[in-house]
C-alpha cells in the first residue's frame, strides 16, 4: 500500500470516529445483530450450534450500514467544498476512490469483528462448523465491497448526503430483491435462475452454507469493479470541457468494455458447477469418496433423470439450481458411466407420456396462493434412477425436508448425496442377478455339507435332499463360480471325524431330543473367499427356503449388496374404544420403519416361526409377554450368528383412556427379562433420570386479569434422559457423528461379567453424571410437593449405563430344554426339528434399557419441542444396522450431510445469561474499538501539497470574486 493511499484511508477514519457518526451507526448494527439472533430467530428454541440466523439478515443489514456509511464520502466533499481541493492534489482519482473505498471496508470489518462473540459462545455452547462461519464473514465483506462500489459512486453524484442515502438503499434494495422468491416466483425456470444469479442475496447463501464458488467470487468483484470504475469516471468528468469529446468517448468505450467482458465471464461461469471450495468441516456439500467409488466401478450405463417442471412451487424452485450442479458432480464421477439431466416433462408431450406410463410418475398438485389469488400448479419435481432394467424413483417427499420457523416455513434438500447414494446402491445391486454375485466374488464360493448318514433322523431326509438338489442346481447354473462337496462323518474316508469336525469349526451337533443321548450333524459351510459362514438346514425343509437361504448367504458376501433388516414390534391397541377402561399402551413404530427402509429391505418377523435366513439385523421393539416358541426363535437366530438389537423395559407406556394421562406400569416381561439375563444382561426395574435431559410439554395454568388462562410450557423432564456424544462409545464407528439421543424413561442396563468373560462388551450409550436412580414409577410432575421442579431432587448422583453390545459366542437358553410347542390341529407340534445348543460363529446383542426411545407418539412429541434432536433415535438406530451389516460407506455418507450440531442442555436462567453476555461484550468490544481508533487517529493527516499553480489560481480567483 503505497504512502498517499494509506494517507487517504487514515483521513476518512479520523473524520469518521472524529464524530459520534461512527459509534452510532456501529452501536446500532449491533444491537439490531443481538436482537435478530436472539429475539427474532429465536436461537435458543432453534436449539441448533450455528450462526446462520445473523447470516440470514446480513444482507439486507449491510444495505443500510453501509449506505449510512458512505453518504458522506463524497457528498460532503462536494457541500464542504473539500472535493476540488482533493481533485488538484497531485494525487490519482483511482487512489482517491481506493482510499474511501477501503476506509468504508475497514469500518465494516470492525463492525463484523464486534459480533464475533456470537460464533464464539455458539463454539463453548455447541459443537460449531466453522466453516459457515468463515464462510459467512467472508461473503459479508463481498457483498460489502459491492455496496461500498455502489455507495461511493452514488455519493459522487449527488451533494446532499440523504439523497446518496436514500438512493443507495434503493439501489441494494433491488438488487437484493431481483433474487428473491418475492420476485423470481413470476418466472419460471431459467428466467428465474437467471434472476436469482442477479441477486445479491441469493449469491450469498451459497458462501454461507460453506462453499466457497468461483461463480460467487466472479460476480461480487465485478460488481465491485464496475461501480468503482464509474466512480472513478464520476469525478473525472467534472474537469471533462466541450473540447474533449473523444476523450470522452474513449472513456465511456473503455468503460463499457470493461463491463461487457465481465458479463461476459459472468455468463461463461454460470453453468459450471465444479469451481468451488468445500469449506464445511465434513465436506458436507462435495462428493464423498464412497460415492465416487460407487459410480466409478459401474458395470452398466446409469441414467439420472430429474423430473422437475419450469414451472412449479414458489418454495421448490430455489432448490434446482442445487439438484443441477449435483447431478453434474454425478455426470462428471462416473467418468461416462453416468447419464444426468433435468427434463420438464410438461414442455416435452413425449418425456411426459414415457414418465407417466412407463415409470408411474405423476404430477404433484400444489397450492400457490398471493396476495390477489390461490390456485393449484400440477408440477413434477421427482428423479428417477435407471440401472439395466431396475428403475427407482425419488418423488419431492423423499428429497425435501419442511422447517416451521417464526417467519413461516422453509423448505430446503435433507441430504441430497445420501439420498441418491443409497438409491443408487439399492438399484444396481438389484439389478445383479446370482451369476453377477458370484462374479462379484474374488475366488469361487464353495459350499460343503456336512452329514452323519448313519445318524441322520428319519423327519430330517427331506431337509437333507433339498439341499443336495439345490446344491446341484446352483452348480450347474454357476459357470464354474460356485463349487459343493458332500463330506459323510460316519465315512472313515472322507478323512474327517466328528470330534475333529467340533474341534477344528467349533460346531456343536444337533440332538434328537432332551433326553436322548443320539446326536447328529447336518451342516453347511459356505467359504465365498471373504470368509466361512456356517448355514442352518431350515426347519420347512423346502427347496426354495435352502435356495433363498444360500442365496442370501452368498449375498452378504458380495461387496454393497442390498440388506434385509427384520423388525418386530407388538400390536397396537385401538385407542378408540369407549368399553374399554384399560390404558392403551404406546406401541406405534412406523417411524423407525420408514426410515430403515431408505436403505434397507425391510421387513416384518413373526417370531412364531423360525427367523429367515435373509434377515442381516433383527429388530426388536418392546418385546413383552413373549412365548417361549418366540423366545426360541430370537435364541436360535442369535445362535446363528445373528445380530440384533432389543430395546426393553420392564415397564409399559400407557395413556388413561379416561383422563388421558400418560403413565408406566409393569409389563409382563418376565420371560424376555429372563433370557436377557441367561446372556449375562439385566435391565433394573429402576429407572434413570437425568439433569440433562430434553423438555416435556406441560400444561398450566396462568392469571390475567381475574381469570386464568391454560398454556403450555416446555418443562425439564429428567425421564427424557439427553445423552451427548461425551455418554457414547467412542471407538464405535456408529456413533462417531451422532449429535445426540433421548431415551425416554429408561432403566439400568448391568452386565454380569461372569457370563461374558469370553464376549467383547461395549458400553454404547451412558447417562451424564448429573443423574440418579429412582424406583417410583409416577412420571408426572407434581407442583404441589415439590414446586421448584415437579419432581423430588435426585439423592445420589451418577452415570449408568444405558444401552450396551455384546460380541461373542451364545449358549442357548433352550440347551437343557425340549423345543417349545405350539398348539396345531394335530396337537402340540414343535416349532423345529432342531435346536443349536451353542453358536458357532460370533453374534451380536445390542440392548437398550428403554422401550419407548423409538415409538411414534414420544418421536413426535419430542420433535415438536427439540426440532431434530427428538429424531436423532432414528438415526441412531439405522447407524446400529450399519453397523451390523458394516455398511459404514452410507453411514458416512448421512453423517456428513445430515448431522445436526445441537446446543447442550441448558436452563432459562442459562440462556438468559449469555444472551446478556453476548450484548455486553459487543457493547464494552465497541466501546474499547471505537476509543482506542479515535485516540489513534486524532493527529491530524498531512496530505501532499498542492502545486503552486494551483494555489495561485485560486487566489486569483478569489481575488476575482471580491472584486
Excluded at 464486534?114 to 467472508?138: A, E, K, M, N, R
Excluded at 409393569?666 to 437425568?690: I, K, P, Y
Excluded at 415438536?864 to 447407524?879: I, M, R
Excluded at 456428513?896 to 450484548?919: A, C, K
Aim: hydrophobic share 45%; glycine share 6%; proline share 5%.
Amino acid at each position: 500500500m503505497n504512502r498517499q493511499l494509506r494517507a487517504i484511508i487514515k483521513k476518512e477514519l479520523r473524520n469518521a470516529f472524529g464524530s459520534p457518526l461512527a459509534l452510532i451507526f456501529l452501536g446500532t448494527f449491533l444491537a439490531t445483530v443481538m436482537f435478530i439472533v436472539f429475539t427474532m430467530e429465536t436461537f435458543f428454541v432453534r436449539n441448533l450450534a450455528d450462526i446462520r440466523p445473523m447470516f440470514t439478515w446480513m444482507p439486507i443489514l449491510l444495505i443500510f450500514l453501509i449506505a449510512a456509511l458512505t453518504m458522506r464520502q463524497w457528498s460532503e466533499e462536494e457541500r464542504s467544498g473539500t472535493k476540488e481541493l482533493l481533485l488538484t492534489l497531485p494525487v490519482s482519482h483511482w487512489t482517491l476512490v481506493l482510499g474511501k473505498f477501503c476506509a468504508v471496508l475497514v469500518m465494516v470489518g470492525i463492525a463484523l469483528a464486534l459480533t464475533l462473540g456470537l460464533p464464539i459462545t455458539i463454539s463453548l455452547l455447541g459443537d460449531l462448523d466453522w466453516g459457515p462461519v468463515l464462510g459467512g464473514y467472508l461473503a459479508a465483506m463481498l457483498l460489502s465491497a459491492a455496496y461500498a462500489a455502489m455507495g461511493l459512486f452514488i455519493s459522487s453524484r449527488t451533494d446532499n448526503q440523504i439523497v446518496a442515502l436514500i438512493l443507495t438503499v434503493l439501489l441494494g434494495g433491488v438488487l437484493y430483491t431481483v433474487g428473491t422468491a418475492t420476485v423470481t416466483d413470476f418466472f419460471a425456470g431459467r428466467m428465474g435462475e437467471i434472476l436469482r444469479a442477479i441477486g445479491t442475496g441469493s449469491r450469498f447463501e451459497s458462501i454461507l452454507r460453506g462453499v466457497l464458488d468461483l461463480r460467487d467470487l466472479a460476480y461480487y468483484l465485478s460488481l465491485t469493479a464496475v461501480f468503482l470504475t464509474l466512480n472513478v469516471i464520476s469525478l473525472d468528468s467534472s474537469r471533462w470541457s466541450d473540447q474533449q469529446k473523444g476523450y470522452r468517448r474513449n472513456v465511456w468505450l473503455t468503460t463499457g468494455l470493461i463491463v461487457v467482458n465481465l458479463l461476459v465471464l459472468n455468463i461463461w461461469l454460470f453453468p459450471l458447477g465444479g469451481l468451488r471450495i468445500d469449506m464445511t468441516e465434513n465436506q458436507e456439500y462435495s462428493l464423498s469418496l464412497p460415492t465416487k467409488d460407487l459410480v466409478e466401478n459401474l458395470n452398466e450405463p446409469l441414467e439420472i433423470t430429474a423430473y422437475i417442471s419450469e414451472k412449479n412451487h414458489p418454495l421448490l424452485q430455489p432448490l434446482v439450481p442445487r439438484i443441477r450442479d449435483m447431478l453434474t458432480e454425478y455426470e462428471i464421477a462416473g467418468t461416462g458411466m453416468v447419464t444426468a439431466r433435468v427434463i420438464d416433462p410438461t414442455a416435452d408431450p413425449a418425456a411426459e407420456l414415457e414418465a407417466n406410463q412407463a415409470y408411474g410418475i405423476q404430477p404433484q398438485p400444489f397450492q400457490i396462493s398471493d396476495r390477489y389469488e390461490a390456485s393449484v400448479v400440477n408440477a413434477y419435481f421427482d428423479i428417477l434412477i435407471k440401472y439395466g432394467d431396475e428403475v427407482a424413483i425419488l418423488n419431492f417427499g423423499d428429497l425435501i425436508q419442511v422447517d416451521q420457523t417464526p417467519f413461516g416455513i422453509e423448505v430446503g434438500l435433507q441430504n441430497l448425496e445420501y439420498d441418491l447414494t443409497s438409491i443408487i446402491k439399492k438399484t444396481v445391486f438389484g439389478f445383479q442377478d446370482l451369476n453377477a454375485v458370484l462374479s462379484s466374488l474374488d475366488q469361487p464360493a464353495k459350499l460343503t455339507y456336512y452329514i452323519t448318514l448313519d445318524t441322520i433322523p428319519q423327519q430330517f431326509e427331506t431337509v437333507s435332499n433339498s439341499i443336495l438338489q439345490v446344491a446341484a442346481d446352483l452348480e450347474a447354473e454357476s459357470n464354474g463360480r460356485f463349487e459343493f462337496e458332500l463330506v459323510n462323518l460316519d465315512d472313515p474316508s472322507s478323512g474327517l471325524t466328528t470330534a475333529e469336525f467340533q474341534q477344528q469349526f467349533g460346531v456343536q451337533p444337533f440332538s434328537l431330543g432332551l433326553f436322548s443321548a443320539e446326536t447328529f450333524y447336518a451342516h453347511m459351510l459356505l467359504d465365498t473367499g471373504e470368509g466361512v459362514e456356517l448355514l442352518f438346514p431350515p426347519d420347512d425343509g423346502s427347496e426354495a427356503t435352502v435356495r433363498t437361504q444360500v442365496e442370501a448367504a452368498l449375498k452378504r458376501a458380495a461387496p454393497g449388496f442390498q440388506k434385509v433388516v427384520g423388525v418386530w414390534s407388538p400390536i397396537p391397541q385401538p385407542q378408540n374404544d369407549p368399553t374399554s377402561t384399560e390404558p392403551v399402551l404406546l406401541s406405534e413404530y412406523n417411524l423407525v420403519r420408514n426410515q430403515l427402509s431408505q436403505e434397507y429391505d425391510v421387513q416384518n418377523v413373526d417370531l412364531t416361526t423360525a427367523i429367515p435366513a435373509e434377515i442381516d439385523f433383527l429388530v426388536v421393539l418392546s418385546p413383552r409377554a413373549l412365548s417361549d416358541a418366540e423366545l426360541f426363535a430370537l435364541d436360535q437366530y442369535l445362535l446363528r450368528g445373528g445380530q440384533m438389537l432389543i430395546s426393553f423395559s420392564n415397564y409399559a407406556l400407557g395413556v388413561d383412556p379416561i383422563s388421558g394421562q400418560i403413565g408406566l406400569q409393569l409389563a409382563n416381561v418376565r420371560n424376555t427379562a429372563n433370557w436377557l439375563a441367561h446372556h449375562g444382561v439385566v435391565v433394573s426395574r429402576e429407572l434413570v433420570l437425568d439433569g440433562q435431559n430434553q423438555p416435556f410439554p406441560v400444561t398450566t395454568l396462568r392469571d390475567v386479569g381475574d381469570q386464568q388462562v391454560q398454556q403450555v410450557t416446555a418443562l425439564d423432564y429428567p425421564y427424557f434422559v439427553d445423552i451427548r456424544p461425551d455418554g457414547m462409545a467412542a471407538e464405535n464407528p456408529a456413533l462417531t457423528n451422532l449429535a445426540a439421543v433421548t431415551l425416554s424413561y429408561p432403566q439400568l442396563v448391568q452386565i454380569d461379567d461372569r457370563k461374558n468373560e469370553s464376549r467383547v462388551v461395549q458400553t454404547l450409550l451412558r447417562s451424564s453424571d448429573q443423574s440418579w436412580l429412582s424406583a417410583d414409577p409416577n412420571i408426572l410432575p407434581d407442583f404441589d410437593q415439590y414446586p421448584e421442579a415437579g419432581f423430588a431432587a435426585g439423592q445420589s448422583f451418577g452415570t449408568y449405563a444405558l444401552a450396551i453390545a455384546l460380541d461373542g459366542e451364545f449358549d442357548s437358553y433352550f440347551a437343557d430344554q425340549e423345543i417349545p410347542v405350539v398348539p396345531t390341529e394335530s396337537g402340540p407340534t414343535p416349532v423345529a426339528i432342531s435346536k443349536i445348543d451353542r453358536s458357532s460363529t460370533d453374534g451380536r446383542l445390542i440392548v437398550v434399557g428403554s422401550s419407548t426411545f423409538a415409538e411414534d407418539s414420544l418421536l413426535n412429541l419430542s420433535a415438536s419441542l427439540s426440532g431434530d434432536v427428538g429424531l436423532l433415535n432414528l438415526q441412531f438406530v439405522q447407524n446400529m444396522a450399519d453397523w451390523a451389516v458394516e455398511d459404514l460407506d452410507l453411514l458416512e455418507i448421512r453423517s456428513r450431510g445430515s448431522q445436526s450440531r445441537v446446543l447442550r442442555p441448558m436452563g432459562e436462567g442459562e440462556q438468559s445469561f449469555w444472551e446478556l453476555t453476548n450484548y455486553a461484550i459487543a457493547l464494552i468490544a465497541l466501546a474499547i474499538v471505537y476509543a482506542g481508533v479515535r485516540q489513534n487517529f486524532q493527529r491530524p493527516v498531512v496530505l501532499p501539497p498542492r502545486p503552486d499553480h494551483v494555489l495561485n489560481n485560486r487566489d486569483e480567483a478569489a481575488e476575482g470574486e471580491g472584486a
